[in-house]
């Protein structure tokens, strides 16, 4: 049995949690556990906590108030002390823990609070109030001076024992507890010593609905009331006053000023409507979203040429589906297609704007819905593009490309991978082995493509794989079919212009063209271009009895004359997207293909544009954005 069990309450803090545990091992008081309270993370944190030798509880998102997951893991710990810290922490120093226990030895001692200061990217405002609040001087409270904080405090389990957190209370279920303690005659405790980085980034609207939350609360316990309003607006104007003062020192104060405004603002507002009117909080729903804040970054396509960055909800997902963290996603053609509405489906208007693009990803599992039993939180998997409805006549007979509800992942209908996440139909989710590459699962989605059109081709072919095949283009998708066809044991040559790709393929056993002469010795054509030009030259020029694979897209209209395939026996074969059964080849092939060329070179997502720039350049074969 441990003397100390720290307890940590998370949603979603994989960005701070690994430097909070590294702050907590690095104390020079040893006789302690970790308890972790997760209230749904779908990022790594849930991971992280295991990593680390912490013990894991698991709350319902729904469920969560403060005061109810703190007994949760107070419940479950085995101090005699528990002491609480936020997830977005660092403990400062290697005596943190020692000095916030300490004080507890005193029998009148209930509860201890430390000190909070501000990092470099905490709001100004904010900052500043940690100033105000959390000074140098050891301090023991009395009534009627009713505070304490738990992102960083320390209470005794026996009086909890006799009285838990409050778990109605939509925040400062610290402040209730301390004040019925002081009301019997128990100290609470201000240790300074006990001190921590505390690390907020929170929009605007974020901090709306934490004073929200809190002002509800304040009036539930009876601290505040609706005639504290305008003390507390007034309060608010005098601390912008200071602020702005102290602000223009800094290297921007014009910026800091601008964010200062915003902070005061919403805090004030926040407070005021808490203070007037808390119904929100009686409505579950809206409990919840107050409590959790379900955004995640995205870039959208709004409209020919309109892309940004910018806070999206994460897609909720239903019984059968699985909601799936992005790890990279390339960047294909489609994606400047769509941006420049180009492709085909947004001209004929089968396909509409706003839309997340990105339809060549990898990713780990964050949730799976009720029904999905082959893919678990934590798994490797890639999806697949093309989701056919799954009932229909079509579908059912194996032609789900003639699905009258077909969407495509980033294209039609759905958003796609240039997002953090990513929500699917488990059906189309496919696990990926334990210790896969991400780099190169991302690849998956192009490989699928190919193999199901080189799979018509091996019907058209009879699977002779000693006819020689041509492929014209040397870009990924050119790259990929050339290395498969390669790997099946068919002689293959490339065609492209840019010298840099046929030197991609020069160190494999592919033989590289720089012109489309001598086309007669080719008995198969792949055309992954889409360019209507070498397309026109494939046909006319191609020996009798050719056959010809297209997956370039999109050939432009033009006229054309059929006779040189009806006269010389030559067959023109159409793919597009894949299915499950390429997913899963692909799957095996990704060890065996040379796909380094197609990942060396990737960059964050928020370089989006930077991406589009590149890739328009032609200057690497594949670029990959990195988005988790």
């Known amino acids: 049995m441990t003397e100390t069990s720290i307890i940590i309450r998370t949603f979603n803090e994989e960005k701070y949690l690994p430097a909070l545990f ?60 528990a002491a609480i810290i936020s997830a977005h922490t660092q403990a400062l120093g290697d005596h943190w823990l020692a000095s916030l226990i300490a004080p507890l030895a005193q029998d009148d001692v209930a509860m201890v609070y430390g000190r909070q200061v501000g990092a470099a990217q905490s709001n100004f405002g904010e900052a500043r109030d940690f100033l105000r609040v959390f000074g ?18 320390a209470i005794r389990r026996d009086l909890w024992e006799r009285h838990p957190f409050d778990e109605g209370l939509s925040g400062l279920e610290d402040i209730a507890w301390a004040k019925r303690w002081m009301e019997r005659g128990y100290k609470v405790v ?18 709306r609905q934490r004073y929200y939350r809190e002002a509800v609360a304040a009036k539930a316990i009876g601290i505040k009331s609706t005639r504290d309003i305008v003390p507390e607006v007034l309060r608010e104007g005098i601390h912008l006053v200071q602020d ?13 000023a601008k964010e200062m405004v915003r902070f005061r603002f919403n805090k004030s507002l926040g407070t005021a409507i808490g203070l007037l009117d808390g119904k929100l909080m009686e409505d579950s729903r809206e409990r919840e979203k107050l409590f959790f804040d379900r955004t995640s970054k995205a870039v959208v396509i709004h409209g020919p040429g309109q892309a940004r960055l910018e806070d999206v909800v994460v897609p909720p997902i239903k ?35 706003p839309i997340v693009p990105g339809h060549e990803f990898s990713g780990v599992v964050a949730e799976v819905g009720p029904n999905v039993k082959h893919v678990a939180v934590g798994d490797p998997v890639v999806v697949e593009c093309i989701q056919s409805c799954g009932g229909c006549g079509h579908c059912k007979s194996g032609n789900w490309i003639a699905c009258a509800e077909r969407k495509e992942l980033g294209v039609i209908g759905l ?100 012109t489309l002469q001598g086309l007669e010795r080719f008995n198969v054509f792949v055309e992954a271009t889409g360019d209507p030009g070498a397309l026109d030259a494939v046909v006319e020029k191609s020996r009798a009895g050719a056959t010809i694979l297209l997956l370039g897209l999109p050939y432009s209209r033009r006229e054309f004359n059929f006779e040189s395939i009806v006269a010389y ?29 197609l990942t060396q070179r990737d960059l964050p997502l928020h370089e989006f544009e930077q991406a589009w720039k590149l890739f328009k350049q032609r200057d690497c074969l594949k670029i990959l954005l990195k988005v988790t």
Do not use: W
């Open 22 to 81: 590294a702050s907590i091992e690095r104390q020079a008081y040893r006789d302690f556990d970790v308890v972790v309270v997760d209230s749904g993370s779908y990022d790594r944190t849930r991971e992280i906590a295991h990593e680390h030798g912490a013990r894991l509880l698991e709350i319902a998102s729904h469920d969560f108030t403060f005061g109810y997951s703190l007994n949760v893991g107070i419940r479950a710990a085995t101090g005699r002390f």
């Open 569 to 597: 026996d030559k067959m023109i074969i159409g793919s597009v997207g894949s299915s499950a059964a390429e997913f899963e080849e692909a799957i095996r092939l990704l060890p065996e293909l040379p796909l380094e060329p």
């Open 415 to 514: 958003n796609g991978a240039y997002a953090e996440y990513v929500a699917a139909p488990g059906r189309f989710v496919h696990k990926l082995p334990a210790n896969v590459d991400m780099h190169r699962a991302a690849l998956c989605e192009p490989i699928a493509v190919v193999l199901k059109g080189l799979t018509r081709l091996d019907r058209a072919i009879g699977g002779d794989r000693s006819q020689a095949c041509l492929v014209i283009g040397g870009g990924p998708i050119g790259y990929l079919s050339a290395s498969i066809l390669a790997h099946r044991g068919y002689p293959v040559a490339v065609y492209d212009q840019n010298v840099r790709r046929r030197g991609y393929l020069e160190r494999g056993l592919v033989e590289t063209l720089a």
């Open 136 to 153: 140098g001087k050891k301090e023991i409270l009395a009534p009627p001076r009713f505070f304490a904080n738990n992102a960083n405090s």
């Open 319 to 353: 019984p059968g589906e699985v909601l799936v963290r992005t790890a990279y996603v390339g960047v294909c053609g489609t994606d400047l297609e769509i941006l420049e509405r180009r492709l085909g489906y947004y001209e004929k208007g089968m396909a509409k704007y």
């Open 244 to 256: 702005v003062a102290s602000a223009a020192r800094h290297p921007d104060p014009l910026r800091q």
């Open 190 to 207: 201000y240790e300074p010593e006990a001190a921590i980085v505390h690390i907020h980034e929170s929009t605007p609207r974020q901090f």
